[in-house]
Each structure stands twice: as C-alpha cells, then as structure tokens.
C-alpha cells in the first residue's frame, strides 16, 4: 500500500443536468498507478486502506487535490460547478473528520456549500447516532450530503426523512434493471417526484447509451453520469476543454 499515496491521484466525471446538458458538478474518483503494481482497482486499494487504518489519510489525499481541481476549474470558468466526494463511514466515524475538512475548504478558500459529500457504503445511517451527529454538523456548516447506491444499499427512504439529504445518487444496477420495462420506469418517476417534493436532487448513475439518455429524460430524472456525457478523465483533460470552449 502506498503510506505516503504519492501514487494517489483523482479522475473527474461530470454531472450533467439532464434537459440543458449543462454541467452541474464533476464527482472525483480515486485513482492508483504504481510502477510496481500497474492500475490498481480503487475497490482493491480502499479496502486495503480501510482495514489498514490509512483510509482517513487517503480520503484527506483525495479531498484535498479535489478542491485544488475546483480552484484550479475557477480560474478558466465562470460556470461555478459543484464538487462530488466520496467519503467512506470510516471518514465519518473518525471524530477529527470534520474539523479537518473544514481546515482544508479554509485553506482553500471555497465555500463549503460547493462540497458534495457522497456516503459511499451500504450503511443503516439511523443506526449511529455519532455518524447522524457528524453527517448534521456538516451540513450545518454549509456541506452538501449525498447518499450514493440509493435503491440497492440498506439506505432507506426513512434516511430521507431523518437527515438533511442534498442528493441521492441511483445505482446503475438498479437504473439498468429499472428502465427494462415501463413499471421500471414509472418507479424511477415517482421517486424523482418524492424527492423533488422532499428538496431532493436525484442523479442516475451509469447512463452509457443514447437509448437509456432518452429513457431518463422521459422519467424526468433531472441529473445524469455515465460514460455516454463522460468518462472519468485526468482533470487537466477537463481543464484544457473547458479553457479553450
């Protein structure tokens, strides 16, 4: 495992709003090439880091080179996106997380309501009154919550009702399955309504064709990411199109 993760660096993917195409937010991914290893499998490396007791310092790693992405976005754009971040239960739990994110939106001088903090596990949040407490004092400081794999986690619509949720995020296994009949599709509706109506954002994740695009947009889910807008690119790729556009 790297300690120091000099090998750690991030990819981007963007959000895109789903009738205007415009970007809404660039979610960052964690990625891993070592000369020794080759390409490592992020699910691999977090894991390893997880169990190892380094995963606070990874996720500190990739947090920080994601608001430097950000600053570094502002500087050649007027268009003021929002960042994703994938933050794990274990982050959460560590009593210094949030006041260690905060030093870094300071040092960075963003606002934190640009910060989007994506819960990465398969978790029973309303289980842990230290993670509820943690995840209410974030967004009291102005952070954004996601929940991520809603509709296959253990995340449940309660979740929605007991924490100040900004966003949930639909699993590509559960889009891929849902937009195979017309049922599908009109639960997918309905929950997009229940969450506009709730101050919800929704985003579908995984969106690769032209087909599954126009299927989403009919059932008005109104944020897509997939690899048919994008797929995860080194930052500088963003930056250089975005500066000469």
């Known amino acids: 495992m790297a300690v120091e993760f000099e090998h750690i660096n991030i990819a981007v993917q963007p959000i895109v709003n789903s009738i205007t195409m415009e970007v809404i937010s660039f979610e960052v991914l964690a990625r891993w090439s070592d000369h020794k290893f080759g390409v490592v499998c992020p699910e691999t490396f977090i894991e390893i880091a997880e169990k190892n007791g380094y995963i606070n310092k990874l996720g500190m790693s990739v947090f920080s080179q994601a608001l430097n992405y950000l600053v570094n976005f502002d500087k050649v754009s007027e268009l003021k996106p929002l960042i994703n971040i994938n933050v794990s239960i274990l982050q ?3 009593p210094n997380f949030f006041n260690e994110v905060k030093s870094l939106i300071k040092r960075f001088r963003l606002s934190p309501e640009r910060i989007v903090l994506e819960i990465t596990e398969s978790y029973d949040i309303d289980d842990s009154r230290a993670i509820f407490k943690t995840l209410i004092t974030l967004h009291h400081y102005g952070f954004k919550i996601s929940i991520d794999d809603f509709g296959v986690s253990s995340t449940s619509i309660l979740t929605l009702l007991h924490l100040p949720i900004y966003q ?3 699993d590509k296994s559960f889009i891929k399955k ?4 017309s049922f599908g599709l009109k639960l997918v ?3 997009c309504e229940f969450c506009e109506e709730s101050g919800v954002n929704v985003v579908a994740e995984g969106v690769e064709t032209e087909m599954m695009y126009t299927k989403l947009k009919s059932a008005k889910v109104p944020y897509l990411q997939g690899y048919f807008f994008s797929k995860p690119c080194e930052p500088y790729m963003w930056l250089g199109k975005v500066k000469h556009e």
Do not use: H, Q, S
């Not at 849902?178 to 009949?181: G, L, P, S, V």
């Open 168 to 170: 949930v995020k639909l």
């Open 92 to 94: 959460i739990k560590n």
């Open 189 to 191: 509706a309905k929950l």
């Open 178 to 181: 849902a937009i195979e009949t």
